[in-house]
């Protein structure tokens, strides 16, 4: 993952990272007495910043801890950036606290999930409004927690069933769910009893079931948590289908508590009379739910999800769900976040077929895509008679409809809608509606954005109304093209986060001009590095026949600024065939010709080369029709192992033999 490129704008006033026990201090002062000089002046900082990770586990928060300083005032947190690259074992922290003067220690505790086990580079940067950015570096080991009790349906383990292992656990304890497919009592209607423990699959939600058997009949759900659960009840790595519920949550119920939920599949549940997947009721504090799959699912008001308010989405995919006798067919919400979010082939027999929103809400990085809905708000809906406020950055809005024809989003009555660096397209007759009486009409604001039809809208700057040109729309590819004006065409003051929806870098410069701007959308355009190629190394020219059985090589040269191990194997194409199989090793030369179509019969240049097989047949397929003695320059595509594309050509001769 390349380092953070934008210019995030942020103060840390005394903070430490806190991550279980103290491994090293390093202290700040102005007057130059410290390990260094600090942040800005002595009347705005304060003196030391204290960083102790020494080891913790993939379920642990991290905690920002000050010190206090000079002056007085509220503390405002607006936000912590998390960039991780789990390959390349690297977490960076870039902390936003906004303008903030206090006498008394403040905290803010962020659960960012679950990382990989290994010991990472650790990089905190604070940016200050008084200096440049202070950044420090350190390594943080992150374990796997031992299980302290398992559960097996076969018996060999501590326990048959789910409920029986979280009676016998204690705050702390991890309960381990091994491979299988649970059914029956014990194993349906959980609930964790207010405890703070880890409840968690032995291999993932693909290996682990929790099938409720649940039907209008027979009433069972997946989890309960009413208990007064906080962000320290973790449910990780499940798949629940079959719940069935005669309110809300047929998965996952929800009621004054704010569990962790991460990694788990929510398939094929319904509910009588609310969300069929999950349900989130007067969260006294904020939840979490990443990295979920939410599908299938049917219930009466919002398919999907209904959260009430306090309820933080990252990473998670929602998708055909269906609100059979009410709005939000994929989410019915308040008060929520969503980050990095799929809402897409969701139905609504009224409002917003993807998400109805009812009270303030945020989306970043958000693609919203193909939903429906009967009445209004194909893709999202803010609800009526409430002085709320939606927020978009950087989402992607596209393909939606609805009966009324706004398909795109559908602001009613007092409630209104901000919408920047965010592309709406083909949301069919409207993108945009409005509703309401003769003194409270909805409220739509659009700056920074590319939308195919500016009706019902207050437009603020660089509203573009031009073709976005995504890769792939029919298949949910709505990554832009080189082409797209979208480009570098945004607002950087909008950016929230600092990585894409790919965990791309938000702010870099795609269109190669020399300045640092935000994309349109939910995804960054990351320009393609060239790389040198040669087909049929250490053959100059090239001939290819079209009847040849055999298989073509075709080499990615290595460089001094290229080391072939870190392309992505899986994700290469020439001419849109994926190859046979690679291997390394050095086989020729980059040529130095730069004249189109120049080659070489150099070898080995002391660079490690990848070499890779295409089955000659299909090469010469996806060419179509041929002339004997042409001349046809082949592309390869593909991405480095962090989501860097990469492009090459070179050229073949056709050989027709034997026509």
Known sequence: MKKLSSKITAVLFAACISLNTLASTITVNWDG???????????DWALSVVIKPETLTIYDSIEIISTGVRGSGPVTVENTFFQIDEAALTLDIFLNVGFLTVVSPWHYTENIGTLPAGVYD???????????????????????PEPTITVNWDGTGDFLTIQDAINAASDGDVVVIENGEYIGVGNRDISFYGKEITVRSQSGPDKCIINCQGSKDNLHRGFIFNNDENQ???????????GCAGGGGGAIYCYRSNPTILNCHFINNESLAGAAAIYYWLAPRWGLVKNCIVRNNAGTHSGGVHCNDNVKFVGCIIENNKATAGSGGGVLCGSCEFLNCIIRNNYAKWDAGGINVYNDTKMTNCVISNNYAGSIGGGICVAINRYISLELNNCTVVYNNAESGTGGLMCRSTGQAFVRNSIFWNNGEEEFGVHGGSSHVGKIFVSYSNVKNKANIIEGE??????????DPDNNDFRLSSESESIDSGENTFVAFSTDMLENPRIIDGDLDGIDVVDMGAYEFIPSIKVSVDIKPQSCPNPVNVKSKGVLPVAILGSDVLDVNDIDLDTILLEGVAPLRGSYGDVASPVIDETECACSLEGADGYMDLTLKFETQEVIT??????????????????LKDGTPIEGADCIIIKKKGK
């Open 33 to 43: 007495t410290g390990d260094t000089s600090g942040f800005g002046s002595p009347e």
């Open 122 to 144: 650790l990089t905190v940067t604070a940016y200050a409004d008084y200096g440049p950015p202070e950044t420090f570096f350190t390594s943080l080991n992150v374990v796997v």
């Open 232 to 242: 320290n009840s973790i449910l990780d790595g499940v798949t629940v289908i079959n």
């Open 462 to 471: 660089r509203v573009l109304s031009v073709e976005p040109f995504f890769i």
């Open 622 to 639: 996806a060419l179509g029709e041929l002339v004997d003695e042409e001349m046809w320059m082949l592309s390869l595509t593909g991405y």
